[in-house]
């Protein structure tokens, strides 16, 4: 088991390394290439955030927990995943933005892993990617800080969350055994 860093661990990370994406989309990169395919290689999603001559051997050795963590949590029996986005005391406005960011990463990393448009893909996850697609280009959002916003938002994030571990259970259903095995 790896260590599990939380939003603004991954942010430190990434100002270290001269990294101008946010720990949303990285994260969401990474649930993107391993949903496709539970082998692809913490190397190969590196490359996509960081600049060879950018390399802090301290720090890469850190971020690639957010990797590591991912596919644990894609592979994990309880449907463990949980999404990498600033704590509930932030202004919703910056939580959106990283939800947002989250799903612009999710796209890229599937693209990423060959996947050319959502045609192929059964029914459910298609659905599921065509909203993580409107949700990637809503751009602003006009909510107010209340607590019905944030219980919109919550549950933006648990569909977002169980619909992940669909995509990944649906394209790669037997990921689960070959982990444990």
Same mark, same amino acid.
């Given at each position: /088991?790896?260590?599990?860093?939380?939003?603004?661990?991954?942010?430190?990370?990434?100002?270290?390394?001269?990294?101008?994406?946010? =720990?949303?989309?990285? *994260?969401?990169?990474?649930?993107? /290439?391993?949903? /496709?395919?539970?082998?692809?290689?913490?190397?190969?999603? @590196?490359?996509? @955030?960081?600049?060879?001559?950018?390399?802090?051997?301290?720090?890469?050795?850190?971020?690639?927990?957010?990797?590591?963590?991912?596919?644990?949590?894609?592979?994990?029996?309880? @449907?463990?995943?949980? !999404? @990498?986005?600033p704590?509930?005391?932030e !202004?919703?406005?910056? +939580?959106?933005?990283?939800?947002?960011?989250?799903?612009?990463?999710?796209?890229?990393? #599937?693209a !990423? &892993?060959?996947?050319?448009?959502?045609? &192929?893909? =059964?029914?459910?996850? +298609?659905?599921?990617? *065509?909203?993580?697609? *409107?949700?990637? +280009?809503?751009?602003?959002?006009? !909510?107010?800080?209340?607590?019905?916003?944030?219980?919109?938002?919550?549950? #933006?994030?648990?569909?977002? +969350?169980?619909?992940?571990?669909?995509? &990944?259970?649906?394209?790669? =259903?037997?990921?689960?055994?070959?982990? #444990?095995?």
């Amino acid at each position: /088991m790896c260590k599990y860093l939380k939003y603004n661990e991954v942010q430190t990370i990434l100002v270290k390394l001269d990294c101008n994406i946010s =720990p949303a989309e990285i *994260q969401g990169l990474a649930y993107g /290439m391993l949903s /496709m395919n539970i082998t692809n290689k913490d190397t190969d999603w @590196l490359n996509e @955030l960081i600049d060879d001559n950018n390399l802090d051997k301290v720090a890469t050795t850190e971020l690639k927990h957010v990797f590591t963590q991912a596919r644990e949590q894609l592979t994990d029996s309880n @449907l463990g995943l949980e !999404l @990498l986005l600033p704590n509930d005391n932030e !202004l919703l406005a910056k +939580r959106l933005t990283a939800l947002q960011e989250w799903c612009q990463g999710l796209l890229y990393g #599937i693209a !990423l &892993s060959g996947l050319k448009d959502f045609s &192929s893909l =059964p029914d459910d996850s +298609r659905e599921y990617l *065509q909203d993580v697609a *409107q949700i990637a +280009r809503s751009g602003d959002f006009d !909510l107010e800080e209340n607590e019905e916003a944030e219980q919109s938002f919550h549950e #933006i994030v648990e569909y977002l +969350r169980v619909g992940t571990l669909l995509l &990944s259970e649906e394209v790669q =259903p037997s990921k689960l055994e070959t982990a #444990i095995h």
